[in-house]
């Protein structure tokens, strides 16, 4: 069992910059690959960003790519995802998830724990 928890998420301005970071506790968060996924209201949830276990396997959104990055640091059971050039699209509840597996996965359903969520708010 993995227990996440988001922080960081709040209200910015457009082209500001925002850190999340998803503290885990349980298993060994070193074991997991890990992602972000996003959901706005009353939009499905929708991969963001992922992290493989193993090296440094990233994959991004085609939205996100180039202004979003996410990092681990597996000495402090975190994930993070530094996020700059924030849109008025980026406007969601931001979750992180961790999977059982060594690879990057994109997919919600390849995913077994996820945090309850951090609102991240971009005005125009």
């Known amino acids: 069992q993995v227990h996440l928890v988001e922080s960081g998420g709040g209200l910015v301005q457009a082209g500001g910059s925002l850190r999340l970071s998803c503290t885990a506790s349980?298993?060994?968060?070193?074991?997991?690959?890990m992602g972000w996924f996003r959901q706005a209201p009353g939009k499905e949830r929708e991969f963001v960003a992922a992290h493989s276990w193993i090296g440094i396997t990233t994959y991004y959104a085609d939205s996100v790519k180039g202004r979003f990055t996410i990092s681990r640091d597996n000495a402090k059971n975190t994930l993070y995802l530094q996020m700059k050039s924030l849109k008025p699209m980026d406007t969601a509840v931001y979750y992180c998830?961790?999977?059982?597996?060594?690879?990057?996965?994109?997919?919600?359903?390849?995913?077994?724990?996820w945090g309850q969520g951090t609102q991240v708010t971009v005005s125009s």
């Open positions: 998830a961790a999977r059982g597996g060594s690879s990057a996965a994109t997919e919600i359903d390849e995913y077994d724990y």
């Open positions: 349980g298993r060994t968060f070193s074991t997991y690959a």
